[in-house]
């Protein structure tokens, strides 16, 4: 189970870094998010050899946990953003920035925990690890080519 939760707090760490490197793109250079998932689906769906019905059952589920994550890193974000406006920082300030900091990883270790139990029934555990796997992998590429396009302009 610890490997499990491990697994899926690996998993979803990078997704949500490449929709936050994403989303801090220049303006010229929007990422083409249907296109991305698309493409990711396809990978994984390959890589991991996912049934159609396995694939249809995975992929809504990472998808709403990915946007969960997103959204608890944008909150926080948001929040960092509101302080860093403001020079004068006080000790407080930043006290409150790092209590914030290890409250959204102890909720996205809440989060990967309860999806455990939802990817557990829809996938074997080989299936799993090789979709999670895939995923990363994927998102290493995308982030690495993503990388090489935006310093060639």
Known sequence: MRRSVFLLLCAF???VNFFILSAQTPQNRKMNMADYEKRKKEYVTKEAGLTQE???KYFPLSNELTQKKFNL???HRDKIEKIKENSNISEKE??????????IKLKEA???KEYSAKFEKVL????LYKAQQAERDFIQREVTNFRKT????
Do not use: F, G, R
Request: glycine fraction near 0%; aromatic fraction near 4%.
């Open 13 to 15: 760490i990078l997704p």
């Open 54 to 56: 396995e694939a249809t």
């Open 73 to 75: 890193h944008k909150s």
């Open 94 to 103: 930043y006290k409150k920035m790092l209590e914030d900091d290890v409250e």
């Open 110 to 112: 809440a989060l990967d």
């Open 124 to 127: 074997s555990p080989e299936k």
């Open 150 to 153: 935006t310093n060639q302009k």
